[in-house]
């Protein structure tokens, strides 16, 4: 049953072209007539409101509404403000479309003075071409990733139209908190797809190449808010003030930078199934960036659909572990085998396949013995975490700097999980998620104690 449209109780004001503040209309309840009524297919339903939005923008023309979302279904309304030689003309729009169904539009002019009727034809005539022949719009696009660690120096071009560089500052010391600039071209339906489409790019090359590099990757947000304390030329603490904080460009490039516009970007030669060298090491003076990078990214661009969000599953997961670290170790581990099992193949005989089994395919049947064979096995760590909010790594307890008495079974797990981990995460992407893929035999005791389950229930 679709939703009935109901009256807002709030009174919207927005700025109009001339500068002055107007009330926003519901125009959903208006009655006729309505020169201009579309239904917009399924399929192109929410292009047709993006071209809507890009063929203003192109005129320079505005608009103000509101809408209603529920469940069921959606509708809003608009009104256009035409802009230049055409000001005080607008067009009033609304639109409704139940959930993944067909957009019913309607439009007619309106203003002091009305819009011509021909204008309004016209524009809707543009939007149907632009829709029909998908046209996109191209703009480059600059953001920074931050992560701790050393610094990037080079340039590193994943491909034509994606660049890594160096940022403008970094640390007075080698480690510490630093930046790496993201340059793309990306295709978009205006501005607003442009956007959409560079936060999107975005949030995968974080994903991805956060467990390639070994470095939590974190999209800067540089208008954030926290109390920062201030010192005199003694250091003697002064006052506490709430700053914004956050690493920035101070000039943004309007332009993709030219090809060796910045030294290119050392690399490492990693043996796979392998990560290379751990550690920071006395010759370090820049991030390691294995040999294959732009391999393993163009293998991630050439995924199927439903590969692709397979492996950002499991990435997601991987950067909820990152994330975890170090206030939450016990869910840092616990998020490194859900990333493990998300990458078992999604067909049903491999539903009951566990991270074991993911680790003797990905990396080596050896690693998954040591770590299953653990006294805290990962497995167990992750499901009594999970379903009952365990903590093997006793976060509770106080810590004691050099404590005799410590138990170092955690931190072994810990510390071979978080490496195996992305290994298996390289190594999926690596072979395209195609590896021939089999499960561990399981021990006779389990086997026995299933089978008395079993009866037992019957």
């Known amino acids: 049953m679709v939703a009935k449209k109901a009256k807002s109780g709030a009174t919207l004001i927005a700025r109009n072209p001339a500068g002055s503040m107007t009330q926003v209309e519901d125009h959903r309840f208006s009655d006729g007539p309505w020169p201009f009524a579309a239904t917009i297919p399924t399929a192109q339903a929410e292009e047709w409101m993006l071209h809507i939005g890009a063929e203003m923008h192109s005129r320079n023309w505005?608009?103000?509404?509101?809408?209603?979302?529920?469940?069921?279904?959606?509708?809003?309304?608009?009104?256009?403000?035409?802009?230049?030689?055409?000001?005080?003309?607008?067009?009033?729009?609304?639109?409704?479309?139940?959930?993944?169904?067909?957009?019913?539009?309607?439009?007619?002019?309106?203003?002091?003075?009305?819009?011509?009727?021909?204008?309004?034809?016209?524009?809707?005539?543009?939007?149907?071409?632009?829709?029909?022949?998908?046209?996109?719009?191209?703009?480059?696009?600059?953001?920074?990733?931050?992560?701790?660690?050393?610094?990037?120096?080079?340039?590193?071009?994943?491909?034509?139209?994606?660049?890594?560089?160096?940022?403008?500052?970094?640390?007075?010391?080698?480690?510490?908190?630093?930046a790496v600039i993201v340059d793309a071209v990306v295709e978009g339906i205006g501005w607003q797809g442009i956007q959409a489409e560079f936060q999107r790019r975005l949030r995968e090359l974080r994903l991805v190449l956060s467990p390639i590099l070994g470095a939590h990757l974190e999209e800067s947000r540089n208008w954030d808010s926290d109390w920062v304390p201030e010192f005199d030329e003694q250091m003697r603490l002064t006052d506490c003030k709430l700053r914004a904080v956050g690493y920035t460009e101070l000039s943004v490039s309007p332009e993709m930078p030219e090809r060796a516009s910045a030294p290119t970007a050392e690399r490492e030669t990693v043996a796979r199934p392998g990560l290379g060298r751990m550690g920071i090491w006395a010759d370090d003076r820049s991030i390691r960036i294995p040999h294959d990078i732009e391999d393993l990214w163009a293998r991630f661009v050439a995924l199927t659909h439903p590969e692709r969000q397979q492996f950002l599953n499991a990435c997601n997961a991987y950067d909820?572990?990152?994330?975890?670290?170090?206030?939450?170790?016990?869910?840092?581990?616990?998020?490194?085998?859900?990333?493990?099992?998300?990458?078992?193949?999604?067909?049903?005989?491999?539903?009951?396949?566990?991270?074991?089994?993911?680790?003797?395919?990905l990396a080596s049947e050896a690693d998954a013995r040591a770590l299953k064979n653990l006294r805290l096995a990962p497995q167990k760590v992750r499901s009594q975490h999970l379903h009952r909010g365990e903590l093997a790594a006793d976060e509770f307890a106080p810590l004691l700097f050099g404590d005799p008495f410590r138990d170092p079974s955690f931190d072994d797990m810990l510390m071979r999980l978080s490496q195996v981990a992305r290994v298996c995460l390289i190594e999926w992407l690596r072979h395209s998620g195609s590896l021939p893929f089999k499960l561990l035999a399981r021990s006779k005791t389990r086997r026995l104690a299933r089978k008395n389950r079993g009866s037992r229930s019957s």
């Open 320 to 361: 909820i572990a990152r994330s975890m670290w170090p206030s939450q170790r016990t869910a840092y581990a616990a998020f490194l085998v859900v990333a493990c099992e998300a990458l078992k193949p999604t067909n049903r005989r491999y539903e009951k396949a566990n991270v074991y089994d993911v680790i003797a395919n």
């Open 62 to 178: 505005s608009a103000a509404g509101m809408g209603q979302l529920v469940a069921e279904a959606n509708s809003g309304s608009q009104t256009i403000s035409l802009g230049g030689e055409h000001s005080g003309c607008t067009i009033e729009l609304t639109w409704d479309r139940e959930r993944g169904g067909l957009l019913d539009v309607r439009a007619r002019p309106s203003g002091n003075p009305v819009t011509p009727l021909e204008i309004m034809r016209d524009f809707f005539q543009v939007v149907d071409v632009r829709l029909r022949i998908r046209q996109r719009d191209r703009a480059h696009r600059r953001w920074w990733f931050v992560y701790d660690g050393i610094p990037w120096r080079g340039e590193l071009w994943l491909s034509d139209s994606l660049r890594l560089g160096p940022p403008s500052r970094f640390p007075e010391s080698l480690i510490g908190r630093q």
